[in-house]
Nanobody, 121 residues
Framework: QVQLVESGGGLVQAGGSLSLSCAASGSIFSIEDMGWYRQAPGKQRELVASITSGGSTTYADSVKGRFTISRDNAKNTVYLQMNSLKLEDTAVYYC???????????????WGQGTLVSVSS
């Protein structure tokens, strides 16, 4: 009923920048929070950043000052601008919308398929 499609991952050198985007589609009435998680090899999935429908943001300490999350509510799209990338930012990045209200007024949790970000030295 809801699909989240990420784009923008890839390979970048340390110190470089990448921008991720995630577009939600389907029978959507509204989306509350949206966010990005990441999972590095052998590690648990962790929250990177989240943003409310009103634009309030939360960041993991490890990315504060380097990453910026934003969204376009009209397009049901969330973005993650990643600057000053470090080797330890290498991970699969997942977009999520923990509470999507459908046109039927049912609610669902949505996850994207993930996009790989690789940072090289």
């Amino acid at each position: 009923q809801v699909q989240l499609v990420e784009s923008g991952g890839g390979l970048v050198q340390a110190g470089g920048s990448l921008s991720l985007s995630c577009a939600a589609s389907g029978s959507i009435f509204s989306i509350e929070d949206m966010g990005w998680y990441r999972q590095a090899p052998g590690k648990q999935r962790e929250l990177v950043a989240s943003i409310t429908s009103g634009g309030s943001t939360t960041y993991a300490d490890s990315v504060k000052g380097r990453f910026t999350i934003s969204r376009d509510n009209a397009k049901n799209t969330v973005y993650l601008q990643m600057n000053s990338l470090k080797l330890e930012d290498t991970a699969v990045y997942y977009c999520t919308a923990p509470r999507v209200i459908l046109t039927s007024r049912a609610t669902v949790v949505a996850w994207g398929q993930g996009t790989l970000v690789s940072v090289s030295s």
